[in-house]
């Protein structure tokens, strides 16, 4: 399984506008093969944050849908600064106090 996670800033005016940008995208993820989890969100703290998370079940998978966004992907003129990761997760559980 991998995580990706991460954040980037845009203007804090044209945050909204570039979130509803990804709703579409974010619903063609979901529909992915392998695709548990994908999220663009704003971040309730910082007005510029944009917070990213998604679940994949394998690197074929991440991989394939990269591959796909790269082909439709266009710049974005408002995002100031990115900064992503992916996590490789060996054995996840459930969290417990």
């Known amino acids: 399984m991998l995580i990706v ?4 800033y845009v203007e804090p005016e044209s945050r909204e506008a570039f979130l509803a940008g990804f709703e579409a995208a974010q619903s063609r993820a979901r529909a992915e093969p392998g695709c548990l989890d994908y999220v ?3 971040d309730p703290v910082e007005p ?3 917070n990213v ?3 994949w079940e ?8 990269l591959a796909r966004t790269a082909r439709e992907s ?10 992503i990761r992916q996590y490789e997760i060996g054995a996840p559980g459930p969290l417990s106090p």
């Open 58 to 65: 394998s690197p074929e998978h991440l991989a394939a849908h």
């Open 53 to 55: 998370y998604e679940r």
């Open 48 to 50: 510029g944050r944009v």
């Open 74 to 83: 266009q710049p974005s003129p408002v995002v100031l600064s990115m900064e």
């Open 5 to 8: 996670a991460g954040k980037g």
């Open 40 to 42: 663009v969100a704003a």
